[in-house]
Structures are given as C-alpha cells and as structure tokens.
C-alpha cells in the first residue's frame, strides 16, 4: 500500500509539471483532431447560449442539436468533468465565492470572451492554439490580437488597483473545502471518473458512440489543466505582469508540436488540407483577439481556462462561462443577420501561399520568437510591471 500511496502522491499530492503538461496537450490534440477535429472550447459554449435562447424565445434555431449529443459540447463537458475528478482526487475542489466586483468582472470579462470568439471564429484554443496547428493564417493575426489584449487589460487592471481598489474588494467565501488529509472527496473522484468511463458506452447503447470518445477527449483536457494549472492566459498575462516566461514557452512548443502532427494528417491527405483553416484572417482575427485578450484577463480564464476552472469550482469563472455563452450566441446571431460574417476575413492556408517548408518555418520561427521573448523579458524583466 505504501508504494501506491506514493504513486497516488505523486499524481495528485503535486501539480503536474507545465512543460509535461504541454506536450500531452499538444499530442492530445492531434489524436483528437484525427479522430474527428481538433480542440475548441467557444463552439460547444456557444451551443449552451444558443439552446438557452431557444428556450427563452429569443432565438429560432430549427438546426440547433441537444448539448448532449453535439461534439463541442460534448467536449467541454468532459473538461468540467475531469477538472472536477482531478480537483477531487488531489482534494482540491472547492467552492469559491469571490468578492461581487470580481464577479461582476468575470461576467463582462465573459461577454467579451464571447465577443471576440466570433469575430476570429474561434477562441484562444480554437481560433489560435488549433488554428496556427493546422497552418491557418488566421490563427497568428489572433495571436497579435490576443498580446495587444491581454496588455490592455493588464494595463486596467493596473488602473483600477490605483485608482477603484474599492471595486473588487471585499468577502470572498469558501465552501465543501476538504482537508488536507482523508475526507471524501477523493473517493468522490473516483465516481466521477468510474462515470466517465462508463458514459461512452451508454451513448454507444443509444446509437451515439463517437459521441461518449469526444466526452472523453475533454476529460482528458480538463484533466491535464487541472493538474498542471497550465494555462493559455497566463502565457500571455504572465510576461507583462510577473515577467514569468514558463507558460508562454509552454505554450510555444504545444502548438511547435501539434502544428508538426496537424501537418503530418494533412499533407498524407488523412485530413482535408482545408479544415480549420478559418476564414478570419483579417480584422476578424485582430479585433477578435484584441477583446478576447481584454475579456480574458479580466475574466481570469480562457476559453477553456474558464470551463475546467468551472469543474473545481470557481464561482467567478462560472459568471464568465455563462455570459461568455449568452455573448457568443448573441454575437453570431448579429454577425449572421447582418451579413457581416462573410466579411470577417479570408481563408488562408499558409503552405498554399508559402510551400510546407515555408509554412512549417514560419510556424516554428514565431512560437521561437514568443519563447525567445518570454525567456528574455524573465531575466531582465523589461517589459514587465517590475521592471
């Protein structure tokens, strides 16, 4: 028994190390995308906004599948559900109720996540981290968005701490934390993940197989964040604030990685050389990533940030998640009436335009470039709030 306490320990008694945690990200990824398509947190969201409004009458969708059964959905279900086995297997969970202005900011930090989703068709994950894996131009102009974001909202949230500390002070509150040593929640884990092992063959018996794997593709997201805290929005916030470089450079090789497995089904013709190559490469991906950047920072989470946040029971994420929802759906609705979504920007396909050496070059020396960058700016601290 000692040895599988320490294996136990080891798993859940510490966080995962980032860069790890990156590499399983990135390999997940491109199983996922092989499978069926690659990960992207604001289209099942966006699913949520859209069957709410339905029900409230706002919105007429006669298309519009059960979050049940569509994969997106399906997918960031699943990320809830791991965050939430994890979080209660290393007794982690809880739920945490944040002073009201933090709240009030993870709601309109939600909308704008929503917002900018659907300007650059996609969110952090979606429109960037898979967009750039699968050689989509639009997903490195949201890239500049997202760091011209992310420097806005530092730069707000440095005024409000000096000028409206008032605004988020307050009583934060804390419920079902567990203690450090025994209580129930790792055994609670262990239902959850018992659950989701059992799901898939519960939609298999229904007709709906494919469905339970994409329910089990997002758990083991969820999973893997909620061990490793790794995180998108620290990857851009971080080196302006703090000056740490560790999850910029994680994140660099997640998509350095994913980009080269992406690259593989393409060019063996495994995958459509077309898919997720999103028609946003212009002021969608730019506008997009700068509120999406702005939304997240004051959120405190990414698209799928917020979601596996959700699972260990951030309340302020939970605000975001669901106005985040209501604004992805709302926006799309106006882009569509409007006739402005045909208008977001082009399709671009890097390796029809540059070659695949060209392309994969290009991939590479950017996320060099960010990694390079973060690694300076950790040692001298030149463009962080310190520095």
């Given at each position: 028994?000692?040895?599988?306490?320490?294996?136990?320990?080891?798993?859940?008694?510490?966080?995962?190390?980032?860069?790890?945690?990156?590499?399983?990200?990135?390999?997940?990824?491109?199983?996922?995308?092989?499978?069926?398509?690659?990960?992207?947190?604001?289209?099942?969201?966006?699913?949520?906004?859209?069957?709410?409004?339905?029900?409230?009458?706002?919105?007429?969708?006669?298309?519009?599948?059960?979050?049940?059964?569509?994969?997106?959905?399906?997918?960031?279900?699943?990320?809830?559900?791991?965050?939430?086995?994890?979080?209660?297997?290393?007794?982690?969970?809880?739920?945490?109720?944040?002073?009201?202005?933090?709240?009030?900011?993870?709601?309109?930090?939600?909308?704008?996540?929503?917002?900018?989703?659907?300007?650059?068709?996609?969110?952090?994950?979606?429109?960037?981290?898979?967009?750039?894996?699968?050689?989509?131009?639009?997903?490195?102009?949201?890239?500049?968005?997202?760091?011209?974001?992310?420097?806005?909202?530092?730069?707000?949230?440095?005024?409000?701490?000096?000028?409206?500390?008032?605004?988020?002070?307050?009583?934060?509150?804390?419920?079902?934390?567990?203690?450090?040593?025994?209580?129930?929640?790792?055994?609670?884990?262990?239902?959850?993940?018992?659950?989701?092992?059992?799901?898939?063959?519960?939609?298999?018996?229904?007709?709906?197989?494919?469905?339970?794997?994409?329910?089990?593709?997002?758990?083991?997201?969820?999973?893997?964040?909620?061990?490793?805290?790794?995180?998108?929005?620290?990857?851009?916030?971080?080196?302006?604030?703090?000056?740490?470089?560790?999850?910029?450079?994680?994140?660099?090789?997640?998509?350095?990685?994913?980009?080269?497995?992406?690259?593989?089904?393409?060019?063996?013709?495994?995958?459509?050389?077309?898919?997720?190559?999103?028609?946003?490469?212009?002021?969608?991906?730019?506008?997009?990533?700068?509120?999406?950047?702005?939304?997240?920072?004051?959120?405190?989470?990414?698209?799928?940030?917020?979601?596996?946040?959700?699972?260990?029971?951030?309340?302020?994420?939970?605000?975001?998640?669901?106005?985040?929802?209501?604004?992805?759906s709302l926006t799309r609705m106006v882009l569509t009436q409007t006739g402005l979504q045909a208008k977001l920007g082009a399709a671009v396909f890097l390796p029809a335009w540059l070659g695949w050496a060209g392309a994969i070059f290009l991939v590479i020396a950017v996320m060099a470039a960010w990694a390079a960058f973060a690694t300076w700016n950790e040692?001298?601290?030149?463009?962080?709030?310190?520095?």
């Amino acid at each position: 028994m000692r040895a599988f306490r320490q294996q136990y320990e080891a798993l859940f008694g510490r966080p995962w190390p980032v860069m790890g945690a990156a590499v399983l990200v990135a390999v997940t990824n491109v199983f996922l995308f092989a499978f069926d398509r690659p990960f992207t947190a604001s289209d099942g969201v966006r699913n949520w906004g859209d069957w709410a409004l339905v029900g409230a009458g706002v919105l007429s969708r006669p298309d519009l599948i059960a979050p049940w059964l569509y994969s997106g959905s399906l997918l960031n279900l699943g990320v809830i559900a791991g965050a939430l086995a994890a979080a209660l297997l290393s007794r982690e969970f809880a739920i945490r109720v944040p002073a009201r202005g933090e709240l009030v900011k993870g709601a309109v930090g939600g909308a704008m996540l929503g917002i900018g989703a659907m300007l650059a068709l996609g969110c952090n994950i979606g429109g960037f981290f898979s967009a750039v894996s699968a050689l989509s131009l639009s997903g490195l102009g949201m890239m500049v968005g997202l760091f011209v974001g992310a420097i806005v909202g530092l730069r707000y949230l440095v005024w409000e701490l000096s000028h409206r500390p008032a605004w988020s002070s307050g009583r934060s509150r804390v419920f079902l934390a567990a203690p450090r040593i025994g209580g129930a929640q790792p055994v609670a884990g262990a239902l959850v993940v018992v659950l989701l092992l059992a799901l898939p063959f519960v939609y298999a018996q229904t007709g709906h197989g494919p469905r339970g794997l994409f329910l089990l593709f997002g758990a083991a997201f969820g999973f893997i964040f909620q061990r490793s805290r790794l995180c998108l929005v620290r990857a851009f916030r971080e080196p302006f604030m703090t000056g740490d470089g560790e999850h910029a450079r994680a994140g660099a090789v997640a998509i350095v990685i994913a980009m080269l497995g992406f690259a593989i089904l393409k060019f063996t013709d495994l995958k459509d050389k077309g898919e997720w190559v999103l028609p946003a490469a212009g002021a969608g991906a730019l506008l997009g990533g700068l509120i999406f950047g702005i939304g997240m920072v004051l959120a405190g989470g990414c698209g799928s940030g917020s979601i596996w946040r959700v699972g260990e029971g951030q309340m302020k994420l939970f605000a975001a998640v669901v106005t985040f929802a209501l604004g992805a759906s709302l926006t799309r609705m106006v882009l569509t009436q409007t006739g402005l979504q045909a208008k977001l920007g082009a399709a671009v396909f890097l390796p029809a335009w540059l070659g695949w050496a060209g392309a994969i070059f290009l991939v590479i020396a950017v996320m060099a470039a960010w990694a390079a960058f973060a690694t300076w700016n950790e040692a001298t601290e030149k463009f962080s709030l310190g520095g």
